[in-house]
């Protein structure tokens, strides 16, 4: 009865349905729908960089200006959906364990994604974890964090199959509604002898927003080359397996027991 009530209430206002989601307030109905159904959404994205997925953040405009400067070869965006998780997610808590999961980059080691160009399921990082500094890769403890600060970077070394082993600048952002990270190539990724993506032009942007129990996981994966990418659509295809990978892994830290190591100061 009290649905009917509503649904006749949304309807005389003329609301959408599912206005009173509050995951509506950051993306389309369309993506509300898919994503409450269990399911993603994803969109290639083209030379020009135009995005189409990114949630209504205060960042939203930064994001899309980043990826249309890049001008990228082949992209994807993806957004998911983290649903029932064990706690709170939108309470201090729930934010600090958030952005401890995500400065967590050794569990990244043995993940695994469906490699489509082999046509299985692979590990993706054979190595993962933070460094002191792009210039010196000594490898340090995971950072964790007892408050978290407006902004913070963190310098990684991660080794796949694809692009080898590669030190990473990751840039996080706090904001009110939203945690973000920005992941950026600091060396030159080479097929064989032959230079295939340089420094900065391997760009990623993930979001995380949470919501009651939920988290609302957006991101964007691209690349620019001068070199020939083969079948396009694969191409996105892999990106896209790598977002979910990363989506996945996630939900499996936020899942995890708490591990403390040494904290960091903000």
Request: aromatic share 8%; hydrophobic share 45%; net charge negative.
């Amino acid at each position: 009865m009290r649905f009917i009530l509503l649904a006749i209430l949304m309807a005389l206002l003329g609301l959408p349905a599912g206005a009173d989601d509050p995951l509506a307030r950051y993306v389309d109905p369309e993506s509300l729908q898919k994503l409450r159904a269990g399911s993603s959404v994803s969109s290639s994205v083209a030379s020009e960089g135009e995005l189409r997925l990114v949630p209504a953040i205060a960042t939203k405009a930064s994001i899309a200006a980043d990826v249309r400067a890049l001008r990228p070869t082949v992209g994807v965006e993806m957004l998911r959906l983290i649903p029932d998780l064990a706690e709170q997610m939108d309470s201090p808590e729930g934010w600090l364990k958030i952005y401890n999961a995500l400065h967590a980059v050794s569990s990244m080691r043995g993940i695994t994604y469906y490699s489509v160009s082999r046509g299985k399921m692979e590990v993706l990082f054979s190595k993962s974890y933070a460094i002191s500094s792009a210039s010196t890769p000594t490898q340090i403890a995971d950072p964790v964090f007892t408050e978290i600060p407006k902004d913070d970077v963190l310098y990684t070394w991660q080794e796949d199959r694809s692009f080898g082993g590669i030190p990473y600048l990751e840039s996080f952002q706090y904001r009110t509604d939203h945690l973000a990270a920005k992941i950026e190539n600091l060396s030159t990724i080479s097929l064989f002898i032959f230079p295939l993506v340089t420094p900065h032009n391997l760009l990623s942007h993930v979001v995380v927003i949470p919501v009651d129990k939920d988290l609302l996981f957006y991101g964007v994966a691209c690349l620019r080359t001068g070199m020939p990418i083969g079948d396009r659509h694969s191409r996105e295809e892999s990106l896209e397996n790598r977002l979910v990978a990363m989506a996945d892994w996630l939900k499996g830290r936020l899942s995890a027991p708490r591990v403390d190591t040494a904290p960091r100061a903000p």
